[in-house]
């Protein structure tokens, strides 16, 4: 690589290090060479996702996300570092570059405030932002020859965004976003409030009863999307499992006790979370 390649690289991986809190505990499981190019994909669609939640006015948010669409289909004559990454990326990985645009249309969903009437409405919001990025992991990753990995892929993309949604249902209603769907809302007589304090209102314990349904349809999720694992070479297994066991912890404790997501965000803290990356990297080796 030409050293403006590398620096292009070494920009990513110090986005990724420094803003992908959960993922680059699986990611530093990989090779060198494996790493560096998941830095890129990671350090793209950051952007994306920095540009809706954002500070901007709506309408610019939609030009830059237009604007950066725009940039992806010449993406090859591209001077921006990341740009310039994520192209090194693709000639050398089976990347498919299309799913940053389905990452961009559920960023849209997010600017223009939609919400979801139904389950699979969601599901269609999560295959954007979530599904898209499982399916460009597997790009980098490699597989067996399966003619289910890329939805295993996007079925595990899915389950770590609904256990987003369950982490943040305070903060994005803070945010004047609801993710939650309207007929499980409905089902259990929830309406999303805030107190005086910012807290989430469980009124009739209601909203207790559908996160704890939530969380059991999520498990579902997470144990479709986990087939990929036995199709992956061990070490972006190991990846794979350290990130996706990371939120399923998370969702552990929420379904344990889902008034811990009513006036806080939940994490891990850095050494539980290593600890998940070195037991995937040891039950890989195993």
Known sequence: MTSTLDDAYGLCESITKEQARNFYYGIRLLPAEKRGVLCAVYALARRVDDIGDGDLPQEQKVTALAELRASLSDIDSASD??????????????????????????????????????????????????????????????????????????????????????????????????????ADLDTFGVELALDEQGALVDKDGGLTALIEFSAARNREWY????????????????????????????????????????????????????????????????
């Not at 006790?257 to 965000?265: E, Q």
């Open 81 to 182: 570092p990341v740009l310039v990454a994520v192209a090194d990326s693709a000639r050398r990985f089976p990347i498919p570059l299309g799913a940053f645009g389905e990452l961009i249309d559920g960023v849209e969903m997010d600017v223009t405030g939609r919400t979801y009437d139904t389950f699979d409405e969601l599901v269609t919001y999560c295959r954007c932002v979530a599904g898209a990025v499982g399916r460009l992991c597997l790009g980098v990753f490699g597989s067996k020859p399966h003619p289910e990995a890329s939805k295993y892929a996007d079925d595990l993309g899915i389950a770590l965004q609904q256990t987003n949604i369950l982490r943040d249902i305070r903060e994005d209603l803070g945010n004047g976003r609801i993710y939650l769907p309207q």
């Open 223 to 286: 144990a479709d999307g986990l087939r990929l694992v036995p199709l992956l070479d061990r070490r972006s297994a190991a990846s794979c499992t350290a990130m996706s066991g990371i939120y399923r912890r998370l969702l552990d404790r929420i379904a344990a006790t889902p008034s811990a997501v009513y006036d806080r965000r939940l994490s891990l803290s850095g050494w539980q979370k290593a600890g998940v990356a070195v037991r995937a990297l040891a039950g890989m080796a195993a």
